[in-house]
């Protein structure tokens, strides 16, 4: 069975900083794909960033980029320049790369952004 | 494309009571999936369907819970009778061959309250 361990409920940043969040994971495939997922107030689940686990390189989209860490199986997020939009849960999760769909949810991160 | 729409947005009822959710995919995928979500247990996937076709239902918690796909536009997820504990927030997914990740974009979610 994959987990995904999310070890911060809540964490909180500056307006303008940076912060990472935290995401471990576990799992007997060798193919695989991560995701970060934000559900900000109006609940939307809306995928930031992913990163399939045979690419070396980590995965950027604007202010937000991942440390993938295979070997240790750790995939933390960090969000540059926070902005009050981005405020909301963030959801860590992981799919095998085979044929089976189902995508292991982490219990979230709550961030707070302070203006 | 309009994404995933999901109705109602809220739905209450009494106890009881049958309750019919609504889902309609992102045109093209061939993969559907019906999560609740809350507080106590987080974000759970209840069935999946493949090209209209159940694929894991494991998640479904009783016989109270039903789902169908009768074509590939358009799902529903029944409730009969609704009980109280069912209070949740539920949440239609869809994801398609046209990505190698396969990362799925989720629709606005019902909040169901049943009193």
Request: overall charge neutral.
């Amino acid at each position: 069975a994959q987990t995904v361990t999310q070890s911060q409920p809540e964490m909180s940043v500056q307006e303008a900083e940076t912060v990472t969040l935290s995401c471990t994971y576990d799992t007997s495939e060798s193919d695989y794909y991560l995701f970060w997922y934000k559900q900000p107030p109006s609940r939307q689940m809306i995928l930031v960033i992913r990163q399939e686990a045979y690419k070396q390189q980590n995965a950027t989209e604007n202010r937000f980029s991942v440390n993938f860490q295979k070997a240790a199986k750790s995939f933390s997020l960090k969000i540059s320049d926070s902005q009050l939009g981005d405020a909301a849960m963030y959801f860590c999760a992981l799919k095998n790369s085979g044929g089976y769909q189902k995508v292991t949810f982490g219990t979230g991160t709550k961030l707070q952004v302070i203006p | 494309d309009a994404g995933v729409i999901q109705s109602p947005r809220h739905e209450v009822t009494e106890m009881g009571q049958e309750v019919t959710l609504r889902c309609k995919p992102i045109s093209g995928h061939d993969y559907l999936f019906w999560y609740r979500q809350t507080m106590m247990r987080g974000l759970e996937l209840l069935i999946y369907f493949n090209n209209n076709v159940p694929i894991d239902d494991s998640g479904m918690p009783e016989d109270r819970f039903s789902a169908k796909m009768p074509n590939a536009s358009f799902s529903t997820l029944k409730i009969q009778p609704s009980e109280p504990r069912d209070s949740a927030v539920y949440f239609c997914a869809s994801s398609g061959q046209g990505s190698s990740y396969n990362e799925q974009f989720f629709g606005p979610g019902t909040r169901l309250t049943v009193l």
